[in-house]
């Protein structure tokens, strides 16, 4: 048995690691997919306090050293359940102890079963992050891979010499199209409205690259090609429509909670993000949550980390 179980390896998870093992206890990290997060996908990282600039996969490697090298238990196991048990009564004087501190710390043991193995834990700290969101047009899935692309970063070196695409308008996109327009013949950067979302420091940039042209107020209607993307279809503003021949779309349109696992268990809001205010603390005691999935205003590395820390430090005085 754990102390703490944490769900996700990205920067809230792993900073959940660190702080949870320098306070002493068992810690175990869950991971179904690679550590880091999405953060993995950033070229370079460079709002990051104390760090000038750097490679999110750097970033990501640092962190996942380092919470390995101070004690951690990092599984690169997809955690499939999760469940709370109830080992035993409380005293009267225990329960109502409970309900002064409000730590709520009952007898719950956290069941999380992945395909291989069932992990107990004293307390669970919920951090899987967010999955990039889809534009949900037919052939969307089909052509990924083959034309479409959630990462500029992974899969920019494909498209060298080549007109693409980038839909979204937030940072993500903006990153993603200055990235490409260093290796691409020309980057049509499309967004829904005619303001970025993202850092104005990155629209400066690419105002300055010859090879990017901004298509704004239009949204993609229609993805052309059968079984390699060809080219988009996209109506503006005033409805009109135009094709654009394209060997590539990046899509950044954000992001959606990775909060299936525990629909059952926390309450969320209505896109899925568990609920917990600055404290980390779920409607479920001994169930703390950190980073993307968590309910607030600003999703950032920063906020990621802030949050990891404090999940654990809540999770520790859950634990007693
Ligand atoms: P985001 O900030 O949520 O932006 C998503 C963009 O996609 C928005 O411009 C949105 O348009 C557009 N969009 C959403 N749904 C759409 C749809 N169905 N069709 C067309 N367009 C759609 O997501 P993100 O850029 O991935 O960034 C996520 C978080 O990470 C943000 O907090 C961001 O600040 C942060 N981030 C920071 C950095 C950095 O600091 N260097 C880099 C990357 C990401 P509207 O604007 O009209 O809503």
């Keep these: 048995m754990y102390d703490m179980i944490i769900i ?5 998870g792993l900073s959940a690691a660190i702080y949870g093992v320098r306070a ?16 993995i996908n950033t070229p370079e990282v460079e709002n990051y306090p104390g760090i000038q600039k750097m490679s999110g996969f750097e970033f990501a490697k640092g962190l996942y050293e380092q919470a390995k090298n101070l004690g951690a238990q990092i599984k690169m196991e997809k955690a499939v359940s999760v469940e709370k048990r109830e080992t035993g009564e409380q005293s009267d004087m225990e329960a109502a102890e409970a309900d002064e501190n409000e730590s709520g710390t009952d007898a719950s043991v956290f069941v999380v079963s992945t395909s291989k193995n069932s992990y107990e834990g004293g307390a669970l700290i919920l951090a899987m992050g967010a999955k990039n969101r889809m534009l949900g047009l037919p052939g969307e899935q089909e052509l990924t ?3 479409i692309s959630y990462c500029a970063t992974c899969d920019g070196m494909f498209y060298r010499d080549k007109v693409v695409a980038v839909n979204g308008g937030g940072s993500t996109a903006l990153e993603d199209a200055l990235f490409l327009s260093n290796y ?3 980057v049509y950067l499309i967004h829904r409205r005619d303001a970025f979302r993202g ?12 090879n990017v042209r901004f298509i704004l107020n239009s949204v993609v209607t229609a993805l052309i090609g059968d079984g390699r993307l060809e080219g988009v279809s996209i109506k503006n503003k005033d409805g009109e429509e135009k094709t654009l021949k394209v060997d590539g779309l990046f899509i950044a349109i954000g992001q959606e909670p990775e909060t299936a696992l525990t629909k059952e268990m926390a309450d969320m809001d209505e896109k899925g993000y568990i609920q917990a205010g600055e404290d980390c603390r779920t409607s479920v005691p001994g169930v703390f949550v950190a980073g993307d999935c968590r309910t607030k205003t600003v999703r950032q590395l920063t906020t990621a980390a802030a949050d990891g820390a404090v999940a654990a430090l809540m999770a520790v005085e859950y634990l007693g």
């Design 8 to 12: 996700g390896a990205g920067p809230a």
């Design 184 to 186: 691409c013949k020309e």
């Design 145 to 147: 891979g083959a034309g």
């Design 199 to 210: 850092e104005q420091k990155l629209v400066d940039a690419l105002t300055k690259r010859e």
């Design 24 to 39: 002493g206890k068992s810690v175990l990290v869950l991971e179904g997919k690679t550590y880091g997060g999405q953060i």
